[in-house]
């Protein structure tokens, strides 16, 4: 393609030169080689001290299933103490805590929209201190809210819901205000121009535009709280993770082994839901 433009005396445009021609693209690579090579110098990634051996032997057990751990063998236990009860709670742990998050970031992502709180300087105010807000909430990780929170409700189920809505306060919130901001501004216009009130032209043009991707983005947080909510229970959060936390603890890699297959399914199951839903709202 160079080639034709040399022939006809004419210059080369720019976007089809050799990339090893352009100084800021070779400069560019230089650069992410040159951070790649200091992260490597700076982890000091030591895999001396590796026993494939046991990491063999440990995957032996983990594929020796014991099948037992799906229900009770205990007769003090009840339904709910066995594995597949616990995948169940686990389960509704996250829907709850998605539910919950949903019902504080919903009205916080209007304050949070730009294109509806910019114009005054009192609602942009509010705009851009709901923007921090989101931004703190989002990047507090859910394992160190669920720690905290396990100091204020011990460890169990509350923990962990709490502890998983938190964060996805941040997240959903983000992610509504931001479908928000990418509504068709016409009909806005139109239904201002006739004199409605801010809260008529929400209703009016702005909530219609915003269903599909307000249910879309919460079907997809589902499905990720669902694969969150087993590592909310590694630190005490409740569910299943508090069995594979404690049944790793005491070496039983066959009752391991059937957890995390169970945990597999359930998310490989969530995530081809979610998607068919999601599917049928485009």
Known sequence: ??????????????????????????????????????GLVITDIDTGRANLAYMGKIFGQ????????????????????????????????????????????????????????????????????????????????????????????????????FAIAFHNVGVVGKLYSEAIEG??????????ATGANPFQVTWAAVLPQIVNPFISFTIYRLDTNIRLAPVVGLVGGGGVGVMLFERISLFRYGDVGVIILLIVLTVAAMDFISAQLRKRLV
């Open 183 to 192: 509504i068709d501004p016409g009909p806005m216009e139109a239904i201002t």
């Open 62 to 161: 983990l594929l020796d299933l014991n099948w037992d751990v799906i229900y009770p063998q205990n007769e003090f236990e009840t339904f709910w103490d066995g594995a597949l009860g616990l995948m169940i709670v686990t389960i509704f742990l996250a829907v709850v805590a998605t539910a919950f998050s949903v019902v504080v970031a919903l009205p916080l992502s209007f304050l949070a929209a730009r294109n509806l709180m910019t114009g005054h300087p009192a609602t942009t105010a509010i705009y851009s201190v709901m923007r921090v807000i989101f931004t703190i909430v989002r990047s507090i990780d859910v394992l160190i809210v669920v720690i905290l929170l396990i100091v204020l409700f011990g460890p169990g189920n509350a923990a962990g819901v």
């Open 1 to 38: 393609m160079a080639d034709y433009f040399r022939a006809r005396g004419l210059p080369v445009p720019e976007e089809i030169r050799p990339w090893y021609l352009d100084f800021r693209r070779l400069l560019g690579i230089a650069a992410v080689i040159g951070i790649l090579w200091i």
